[in-house]
């Protein structure tokens, strides 16, 4: 009996340490598994509400935003393109804050008619950034950040330019007719560089507004309209297009008018992508192009990084870096074919 006892207990006790064995190995196992999920980095959610696909200068801008925001760099990014439509990013916007990203980013279409649906993002607990286009808001709590290039002071270096290079010509006092081919109505880079060359005419007297109507950033429409304005406006020394792609549609309407562009009309343009540098340097289709740098997906990443590692923005307005260039350097554009090699977009 007392055999059967210790055999017993012997059994029982090699059991228990079998027990306890295997408890300490699934323990161990499970120590060393648990920091591994524990550890895995959480991927930032960003909502990007885009204008749309209407230019090169765009299409580079989206380019930059998906490049930047990839789960290789911690994020996962949800891309919306808006087709040039605000409902359609108000309803983007929506649709972010119902999958309750991390932060939102927009470029709004045109400046005004948030107000209802940012206060729905901030009852959210939801940043948002702007990036490019600005908003004209009330409150502007309502938004974290703008990122973007200063569309007034774009303006403004045009105007600087064309006012070095018809000295340089010897054409400073002659009456200088101008066609400007704005942008979308409404929207902070047709604003502001529509008021750049507003307040170059008033500053010139010299300088007469012969045409101005909105090309819509496209370069269907920009042709469209400037083939319109040939036909009614027998003088025209300077298109200034208020983006590239405008700029591409008035070269080809020129063109077809008998006209050589860059020669019988000057032409401004802004942006500055890689094709319009192309034109300066190989084509002499356009003599000036000023900067308006797309890439905005780094500054916002750098933006979101700051705020995820608790620190705060020095400013809401966050510009971006940017130049004027031509063929020859002249007034304050840098030689265009010395950053070509450079270019990104």
């Known amino acids: 009996m007392k ?4 055999v017993a207990v ?18 161990a196992e499970t120590e060393t598994q648990a920091p591994s999920a524990s550890t895995e980095k959480k991927l930032i959610t960003v909502g990007y509400a885009q204008v749309g696909a209407e230019s090169d200068w765009r299409l580079a801008n989206t380019e930059s935003f998906k490049s930047t925001f990839t789960e290789a760099n911690g994020y996962k990014l949800i891309f919306d393109d808006a087709q040039q439509k605000q409902e359609n990013q108000i309803k983007a916007i929506r649709n972010f804050i119902q999958q309750d990203v991390d932060y939102i980013v927009v470029a709004p279409v045109v400046e005004t008619g948030w107000e209802t649906v940012l206060q729905e993002a901030k009852k959210a607990g939801i940043p948002v950034i702007l990036s490019d286009r600005q908003m004209k808001v009330s ?13 007034l002071k774009e303006g403004q270096d045009g105007v600087k330019w064309l006012e070095a290079y018809l000295k340089s010509i010897g054409r400073e006092n002659d009456t200088i007719n101008i066609v ?3 942008g979308t109505i409404g929207a902070s880079a047709q604003i502001g560089r529509t008021q750049g060359l507003e307040e170059g005419l008033q500053t010139h007297p010299n300088w007469k507004l012969v045409a101005q109507q909105t090309g819509e950033f496209t370069q269907a429409k920009g042709q469209e309209v400037m083939e319109s ?4 406006t027998p003088q025209i020394d300077v298109v200034y297009a208020e983006n590239d792609n405008m700029a591409w549609g008035a070269i080809d309407a020129i063109k077809a008018a008998g006209k050589v562009p860059g020669k019988d009309i000057i032409i401004i343009t802004f942006d500055a992508v890689k094709e319009s540098f192309n034109r300066m340097i190989n084509g002499d289709e356009i003599n000036c192009a000023v900067e308006c740098n797309p890439l905005h997906g780094p500054r916002v990443a750098e933006i979101i990084q700051k705020l995820e590692n608790g620190g705060t923005l020095d400013s809401k307005i966050q510009y971006v870096t940017e130049l004027v260039f031509d063929k020859n350097g002249v007034g304050n554009a840098l030689k265009a074919a010395d950053e070509l090699p450079n270019r990104k977009y």
């Open 180 to 182: 400007d081919l704005q």
């Open 3 to 6: 055999k059967l006892t210790k």
């Open 10 to 27: 012997a059994a029982a006790a090699a059991l228990c340490a079998a027990f306890a064995m295997g408890c300490k190995e699934k323990k």
């Open 229 to 232: 304005i040939l036909k009614s």
């Open 139 to 151: 409150d502007d709590s309502l938004y974290l950040a703008w990122v973007g290039g200063n569309f």
